[in-house]
């Protein structure tokens, strides 16, 4: 029985990890995310609801996380540019007087 922290315990045969962590097999990383994905993809055809559950947050965990930092970094870059305004703005009344 699989937990939702461990939702591949039980992975299909071909599916290894690196025993040698000096190289990188960029060829065999691809083909073993390939394996992992249709591995979710056939849990998902076959699985209950709680399988569907864990295949939806893998397919969406990407996005969520790229939603986040662009939610992010739109309200920093909002912060500055109002703190720019606000120093422009007392820059010219301190030139200007009123």
């Known amino acids: ?3 939702l922290l461990d939702p591949l ?5 071909g599916i290894a990890q690196y025993e040698d962590y000096h190289t990188i097999d960029w060829q065999r990383e691809i083909a ?3 394996m992992r994905h249709r591995f979710i993809v056939g849990r998902w055809r076959t ?5 569907r559950l864990m295949s939806a947050h893998d397919a969406w ?3 969520i996380c ?3 930092v662009g939610c992010f970094t739109g ?3 909002c912060l500055f ?3 720019i305004i606000f120093f422009i703005v007392f820059i010219v009344r301190q030139i200007v007087p009123v």
């Open 1 to 3: 029985m699989s937990t």
């Open 9 to 13: 315990d039980e992975l299909p045969p």
């Open 32 to 34: 073993r995310d390939r």
């Open 47 to 51: 699985g209950r609801w709680f399988e």
């Open 61 to 63: 965990s990407g996005w």
């Open 66 to 68: 790229v939603l986040l």
């Open 75 to 77: 309200t920093d870059f």
């Open 81 to 83: 540019f109002a703190k």
